[in-house]
């Protein structure tokens, strides 16, 4: 269990987290959304003990940030913003020190390395020096000696950001299967990453809590939330979709030539946009109900416009 | 503990990942050999002892210890693996002492690399090796003292130019707090315990009597004393800078 009680840290001019509550259950993959300067990296930086908050606290385990920093500090694997290493140190030797630096040693030390060595598939530059290496292999370098002591509070900074996409791919399945039995709280601004491993999304801007839910939650906050899409031969009658009960509106994609009719909050409009083109005999290629757009959800809250 | 001795591990290990400390090393053996033959006059004086040889450190040291400490928090604090390091579960005393005794262990490496030096003099003559053994544990508490200072000016500083100039100014007013000069100017006003404790600060008083031979308890204490007050302000600095 995570604990973040009116967690603020005001820096000298602009105060970056803005009394943050809220609490992480083992096993949630937690998505911590929100634009750049949000505070997500400042929020991270005060739960592993690196930024003292200016007030407020946060516990892990039951384990005080600020008082028992050292056991907080171990129950935690973190990879910070950029995922920095010792760039003159091997990818071998960068582990070994982190394993010894977590209480492992000898054969229990090299039996930790190889694992997590193998859980990110580094094998083929454990002898190559940090600093050589491409972008994605760094960042998988940071994901390993993160996870190498096993943590129960797993805390990513955007850990796939510079990635290829089979790279987030891989880095997604992994947290996948890390995530049964751990906290997990990764910082991203890549939506299509929090409908794919979260289970449940924190959006945050100016430091301020936004909305808290499910991705689904989320999605369903949005305008397109159980919206018609349909792309059509013959101009509609748009007035005749408009008119329709339930139906809060219609916009029209001229780009792929669609239009998209809108739902009103809570309502179901598809047997209504269905029996309408029966009714006329409409020639319809296409037909979508949506779930919702979690990037118009995430500009609207934001940014602060009406969802 | 353990964890203090993975950080002088790592620390020590990655002064010799570059080249960077086998040319220190090279520089400061060549210098100590020119300071000691040419200018000291080590021939020319005609004494078996190290005298020519130690009486240079103060001032070699100026500019090769904080060229060793520079890097010692300034990298981290630009590269970002300072975030790595303290969100480890490592103590702030450990990450410190451990980093410091790293830079000192090193330059006490590049110190017993000089031992050609006592060679010559015992081939040429009788000296007291006794004093030699002082000798060289005066110039290593020195060293110490310059890295601390340098320790801290590397935590305060994210540039390692200005962490250098930094370590090497305030070092440099350490040794001339004990010159005439710098006490000339404070005993025209300053009452005279003021001007006997800025005399007191001088590295070069304290560094004189040990590579004399002379061991002081009171020296030995100055100069532990100042690494523990210089390494704590480096703790200090590095809360207070780490996320800058």
Redo the contacts between chains.
């Keep these: 269990m995570i604990e973040i009680k009116n967690l603020t840290k005001r820096f000298a001019q602009h105060t970056a987290v803005d009394d943050l509550s809220f609490s992480v259950k083992p096993g949630e993959v937690l998505g911590f959304l929100g634009p750049n300067g949000a505070g997500k990296s400042t929020t991270m930086?005060m739960l592993?003990?690196?930024?003292a908050p200016t007030s407020g606290s946060a516990s892990i385990l039951g384990f005080d940030i600020q008082k028992d920093t050292?056991?907080a500090?171990?129950q935690?694997g973190?990879l910070?913003?950029?995922a920095?290493?010792?760039?003159?140190?091997t990818v071998r030797?960068f582990l070994e020190?982190?394993a010894?630096?977590?209480?492992f040693k000898g054969a229990e030390k090299r039996q930790r390395v190889a694992k997590a060595v193998a859980q990110v598939e580094l094998d083929a530059v454990l002898e190559q020096?940090i600093e050589t290496l491409s972008k994605g292999f760094k960042r998988r370098v940071g994901l390993a000696?993160a996870i190498l002591h096993d943590p129960k509070v797993l805390i990513l900074d955007e850990p796939t950001d510079g990635l290829d996409p089979n790279q987030k791919h891989q880095v997604r399945k992994l947290i996948q299967s890390l995530a049964h039995d751990k906290i997990v709280i990764i910082s991203t601004h890549i939506l299509e990453e929090v409908s794919a491993v979260c289970t449940r999304a924190v959006v945050i801007a100016h430091g301020k809590l936004l909305a808290d839910g499910t991705p689904l939650e989320l999605e369903s906050r949005s305008r397109y939330h159980q919206a018609v899409t349909l792309v059509a031969a013959e101009p509609l009658d748009q007035a005749a979709l408009a008119a329709l009960p339930g139906v809060a509106g219609v916009e029209e994609n001229t780009l792929e030539h669609s239009l998209s009719i809108l739902a009103k909050p809570g309502e179901v409009i598809f047997p209504q946009v269905n029996a309408l083109i029966a009714e006329r005999g409409w020639q319809v290629k296409e037909l979508n109900v949506e779930r919702g757009r979690l990037d118009e959800v995430f500009r609207s809250l934001t940014r602060g416009e009406v969802v | 503990m353990?964890?203090l001795s993975?950080?002088f591990?790592?620390e020590l290990?990655?002064y010799f990942?570059?080249p960077l400390a086998y040319v220190f090393i090279l520089i400061f053996l060549v210098l100590s050999g020119v300071f000691t033959f040419y200018l000291g006059g080590f021939f020319e004086s005609g004494q078996a002892n190290l005298a020519p040889f130690f009486n240079f450190h103060p001032w070699l040291y100026l500019f090769l210890v904080p060229a060793i400490a520079m890097r010692l928090w300034a990298e981290e604090r630009k590269?970002?693996?300072i975030?790595?390091l303290?969100?480890?579960?490592?103590?702030r005393f450990d990450a410190v002492t451990g980093k410091f005794l790293a830079a000192w262990v090193f330059a006490g490496l590049a110190l017993l690399l000089t031992f050609p030096m006592v060679i010559t003099v015992n081939y040429l003559g009788e000296p007291d090796n006794g004093a030699i053994i002082t000798g060289y544990i005066g110039s290593w508490l020195l060293a110490g003292a310059y890295l601390a200072i340098g320790s801290c000016m590397s935590a305060l500083a994210k540039n390692q130019v200005i962490a250098f100039i930094l370590a090497v100014s305030v070092c440099f007013l350490f040794i001339v707090s004990g010159f005439p000069m710098v006490l000339d100017g404070f005993s025209g006003w300053a009452p005279q315990w003021l001007v006997d404790a800025v005399a007191s600060l001088s590295f070069l008083t304290r560094f004189d009597a040990i590579s004399k031979g002379v061991i002081d308890l009171r020296d030995l204490l100055y100069f532990l004393t100042l690494i523990a007050a210089w390494l704590a302000a480096t703790a200090v600095v590095i809360d207070l800078k780490?996320?800058d």
Excluded at chain 1, 84 to 89: A, E, I, Q, R
Excluded at chain 1, 100 to 103: H, K, L, M, P
Excluded at chain 2, 86 to 91: A, D, E, R, S, Y
């Design positions: 930086k592993t003990g690196f930024l050292l056991k500090q171990r935690i973190y910070p913003e950029g920095p290493c010792y760039g003159d140190m030797s020190f982190i010894e630096v977590r209480g020096s000696q | 353990s964890q993975v950080v591990k790592r290990a990655s990942a570059t590269s970002g693996t975030e790595l303290m969100t480890l579960p490592i103590t780490k996320a």
